[in-house]
């Protein structure tokens, strides 16, 4: 007979992964599941915490536009439904860049997933986005989908919904080694071991020292990020009349984004960095880059029409992320019943809502029949594609 003390399941990390595989396992069933967080949950020390974020179907892979159409058609409504408020505020959204760069890879895959976006001429553009400078030689592209996630308020929801379905939190507690290849499976932590029929691994850049085969597939790096108050009235930087952007460049790491006022003052902006460094998340996350502000300021001051009046905050995020930026959402090879959900820092909390779904079909029934994570399998997997 298995130990009286075996949880059905146990999530490792309270991110937004980790928070939406709660919610959908406690709606397919699971009794008493638990959570564990080395930290408090919407602590800074990963990549869920943060008033807003871009939920945009712009993909240079179909396979993900594909995806993020589902989840905005079925899960960020289910999740909306639980919470009792609204999360998604739609927002005009804009990719542009060079048209001879990467840009022109994001209107193939939008094309070929037949999403809601339009190629807008620099003309019309200006004229329609008269906040933002576009250079004559860039591609525009309009998604039509594009949102503004109030990323705070989603956490908070998700753990309000999972809390009153049963859900127990271990927090400030932290996972030293897991072991699947006992049945039940080993989680020893720092304040005694736990037992589960199953495990969900949600760890952000944690999920390298817990799972081998992913130490040299993850990369953390940690962003900078800063809020800056535009000239003008304040109402012409709310969510529904400012854009949602990004602009794509020629050069590595020449990826910029940006989101209305939010919950927090000053317009958001921030840099899509993955190549070039690794950093430690055991390291404290400390104060911002100055210089990479300083960096930022400069990118204002080229693409908004409008002067830069001040900083009026800063902020840091750790993201994890795979060389291809594809998610991880496998089983472990050596347990089906130990599922990983990894790599989704920069662009996955979009998907967040749907991400937990499928890992919690994995983790309950060894499979998710989504037609969308089926077709996606190979970028999922442990090993991921070529990078």
Same mark, same amino acid.
């Given at each position: 007979?298995?130990?009286? @003390?075996?949880?059905?399941?146990?999530? *490792?990390?309270?991110?937004? @992964? =980790?928070?939406?595989? #709660?919610?959908?396992? #406690?709606?397919?069933?699971?009794?008493?599941?638990?959570?564990?967080?080395?930290?408090?949950?919407?602590?800074?020390?990963?990549?869920?915490?943060?008033?807003?974020?871009?939920?945009?179907?712009?993909?240079?892979?179909? !396979?993900?536009?594909?995806?993020?159409?589902?989840?905005?058609? $079925?899960?960020?409504?289910?999740?909306?439904?639980? /919470?009792?408020?609204?999360?998604?505020?739609?927002?005009?959204?804009?990719?542009?860049?060079?048209? /001879?760069?990467?840009?022109?890879?994001?209107?193939?895959?939008?094309?070929?997933?037949?999403?809601?976006?339009?190629?807008?001429?620099?003309?019309?553009?200006?004229?329609?986005?008269?906040?933002?400078?576009? $250079? +004559?030689?860039?591609?525009?592209?309009?998604?039509?989908?594009?949102?503004?996630?109030?990323?705070?308020?989603?956490?908070?929801?998700?753990?309000?919904?999972?809390?009153?379905? =049963?859900? $127990?939190?271990?927090?400030?507690?932290?996972?030293?080694?897991?072991?699947?290849?006992?049945?039940?499976?080993?989680?020893?932590?720092?304040?005694?071991?736990?037992?589960?029929?199953?495990?969900?691994?949600?760890? !952000?850049?944690?999920?390298?020292?817990?799972?081998? $085969?992913?130490?040299?597939?993850?990369? /953390?790096?940690?962003?900078?990020?800063?809020?800056?108050?535009?000239?003008?009235?304040?109402? +012409?930087?709310?969510?529904?009349?400012?854009?949602?952007?990004?602009?794509?460049?020629?050069?590595? @790491?020449?990826?910029?984004?940006? #989101?209305?006022?939010?919950?927090?003052?000053?317009?958001?902006?921030?840099?899509? *960095?993955?190549?070039?460094?690794? %950093?430690?998340?055991?390291?404290?996350?400390?104060?911002?880059?100055? %210089? /990479?502000?300083?960096?930022?300021?400069?990118?204002?001051?080229?693409?908004?029409?409008?002067?830069?009046?001040?900083?009026?905050?800063?902020?840091?995020?750790?993201?994890?992320?795979?060389?291809?930026?594809?998610?991880?959402?496998?089983?472990?090879?050596? @347990?089906?019943?130990? *599922?990983?959900?990894?790599?989704?820092?920069?662009?996955?909390?979009?998907?967040?809502?749907?991400? =937990?779904?499928?890992?919690?079909?994995?983790?309950?029934?060894? %499979?998710?029949?989504?037609?969308?994570?089926?077709?996606?399998?190979?970028?999922?997997?442990?090993?991921?594609?070529?990078?």
């Amino acid at each position: 007979m298995p130990p009286h @003390n075996v949880r059905s399941l146990v999530v *490792v990390g309270g991110g937004i @992964n =980790g928070l939406a595989a #709660l919610f959908h396992a #406690l709606r397919l069933g699971a009794k008493g599941p638990l959570l564990v967080d080395r930290f408090q949950l919407g602590h800074d020390r990963a990549s869920s915490h943060g008033p807003s974020r871009i939920a945009r179907s712009m993909y240079p892979h179909a !396979g993900y536009v594909r995806l993020m159409r589902a989840t905005f058609a $079925e899960e960020w409504p289910r999740l909306e439904r639980a /919470a009792g408020e609204p999360l998604l505020f739609r927002s005009p959204g804009l990719f542009y860049g060079p048209a /001879a760069g990467p840009i022109a890879a994001y209107a193939k895959g939008v094309r070929e997933a037949g999403a809601e976006v339009d190629v807008l001429d620099v003309a019309t553009a200006r004229t329609l986005f008269p906040m933002l400078r576009f $250079e +004559e030689d860039e591609l525009v592209l309009h998604d039509r989908t594009a949102a503004l996630i109030a990323a705070a308020r989603t956490l908070r929801a998700l753990e309000r919904s999972t809390r009153a379905s =049963g859900a $127990e939190f271990q927090l400030g507690t932290r996972v030293l080694a897991i072991d699947p290849s006992r049945d039940p499976i080993r989680i020893e932590t720092d304040r005694g071991e736990l037992l589960a029929e199953r495990v969900i691994l949600t760890a !952000g850049p944690w999920a390298r020292a817990l799972v081998p $085969e992913l130490a040299t597939r993850l990369l /953390a790096i940690r962003q900078n990020l800063a809020y800056f108050e535009l000239e003008g009235a304040r109402d +012409e930087f709310r969510v529904g009349r400012f854009p949602v952007f990004a602009r794509i460049g020629l050069d590595e @790491n020449d990826f910029y984004y940006g #989101l209305p006022e939010f919950d927090h003052p000053g317009v958001k902006l921030a840099q899509h *960095v993955t190549r070039g460094r690794t %950093d430690d998340p055991d390291s404290s996350p400390g104060t911002y880059d100055e %210089d /990479a502000i300083e960096d930022l300021r400069a990118f204002a001051i080229r693409a908004f029409v409008r002067p830069v009046r001040g900083l009026a905050g800063a902020d840091t995020c750790m993201y994890t992320c795979t060389p291809t930026e594809d998610f991880v959402l496998a089983p472990h090879p050596a @347990n089906r019943r130990f *599922v990983i959900g990894s790599g989704c820092s920069g662009h996955g909390f979009k998907f967040g809502p749907m991400l =937990g779904r499928i890992l919690a079909e994995l983790a309950l029934f060894g %499979d998710s029949k989504l037609p969308e994570y089926r077709a996606l399998q190979t970028e999922f997997s442990l090993a991921g594609r070529s990078a």
